[in-house]
T-cell receptor, first 114, second 116 residues
Framework: KAGVTQTPRYLIKTRGQQVTLSCSPI?????VSWYQQTPGQGLQFLFE???????NKGNFPGRFSGRQFSNSRSEMNVSTLELGDSALYLC?????????????FGPGTRLTVT | AQKITQTQPGMFVQEKEAVTLDCTYD???????LFWYKQPSSGEMIFLIY??????QNATEGRYSLNFQKARKSANLVISASQLGDSAMYFC?????????????FGAGTRLFVKA
């Protein structure tokens, strides 16, 4: 079974631009979560999507948004990029069931804002 | 508010010895899950072990065991027989399981160095 895939793996953008990152979950997984990892703030939860609806949200400004498609693929968008948005963005997918608890992470997209 | 604390920024262990990575948590939710993840230098997050708040026994997964002390709000990871490949960043994490969803908060991490 293929794992979680994220594209692109690396990205360089300029301050003020916007960026879209993509995440394809493991087949059958309907929950997709996004995390930002930086040396200063560590791993922080951005949001979670389940069945095309945002189910949970972290404490990030409105410049960070996401969506999920009917095939469970998810995208996150960051508008008006700031230098502080440079980070590793991790996507995780989960099988939603009474006994499931594990999140499977993708390799991440490393975003550099210059 | 939920909080995860990992007080050891770095740890050294001799190959083949056991090591304990500390984790304390704070939550007022009655139902929660505790996790440990490994992040090698390549960046991917690897799930190691899970402990539910209502689980009576400590979780074990191969060389990994979770020392769960609910009254102390601690969830330490024990790695037995350390291997060179265990050198990585280790994160303790917690998820509120009373509201549904997979919102997870992470500790700052502990970097483990295994010496030959």
């Amino acid at each position: 079974k293929a794992g979680v895939t994220q594209t692109p793996r690396y990205l360089i953008k300029t301050r003020g631009q916007q960026v879209t990152l993509s995440c394809s979950p493991i087949s059958g997984h309907r929950s997709v979560s996004w995390y930002q990892q930086t040396p200063g703030q560590g791993l922080q939860f951005l949001f979670e999507y389940f069945s095309e609806t945002q189910r949970n949200k972290g404490n990030f400004p409105g410049r960070f948004s996401g969506r999920q498609f009917s095939n469970s693929r998810s995208e996150m968008n960051v508008s008006t990029l700031e230098l502080g948005d440079s980070a590793l963005y991790l996507c995780a997918s989960s099988l939603v069931s009474l006994s499931s608890y594990e999140q499977y992470f993708g390799p991440g997209t490393r975003l550099t804002v210059t | 508010a939920q909080k995860i604390t990992q007080t050891q920024p770095g740890m050294f262990v001799q190959e083949k010895e056991a090591v304990t990575l500390d984790c304390t948590y704070d939550t007022s939710d009655p139902s929660y899950g505790l996790f440990w993840y490994k992040q090698p230098s390549s960046g991917e997050m690897i799930f190691l072990i899970y402990q539910g708040s209502y689980d009576q026994q400590n979780a074990t997964e191969g060389r990994y065991s979770l020392n769960f002390q609910k009254a102390r709000k601690s969830a330490n990871l024990v790695i037995s027989a350390s291997q060179l490949g265990d050198s990585a960043m280790y994160f303790c994490a917690m998820r509120d399981e009373s509201t549904g969803g997979f919102k997870t908060i992470f500790g700052a991490g502990t970097r483990l160095f295994v010496k030959a």
